[in-house]
C-alpha cells in the first residue's frame, strides 16, 4: 500500500473500479470516491493524486457543483416477460 501525507488510501486501481465516478468541473479531471478514499485522474487517464476524503466533504462537492456524478441512476424497475428473447 502506498502511504501518502494524510493517511493510507491503498490500491488506486481498487477505488478506480470500484468507486463512484465524478467529473470535477473546476479542471475537468475524474475524481473516483469509494468510501473515504479518493483517486483524481486526469482526462488522459494519468493518476494526478490520491487522498483520503469525508464524506461530508464529498457532499459539498458535488452540493456546490464541482463535482458532478459521471452516471446518474434513479431507481428504475425492469420487467421481463418469460416471451422476451434473451439477450446475450
Known sequence: MQK????QVGDPNR???EGREYTDN???NIAYVKGDRVVVKDSDGNLVTQFKN??????K???SGRW???YFL???TIKRSIF???VL
Request: glycine residues 8%; charged residues 30%; without cysteine.
Open 68 to 70: 458532478e456524478p459521471k
Open 84 to 86: 422476451d428473447p434473451l
Open 26 to 28: 473546476e479542471n475537468g
Open 15 to 17: 477505488v478506480v473500479e
Open 4 to 7: 501518502i501525507a494524510n493517511g
Open 74 to 76: 434513479t431507481n428504475i
Open 61 to 63: 462537492r458535488i452540493e
Open 54 to 59: 469525508s464524506r461530508s466533504n464529498t457532499l
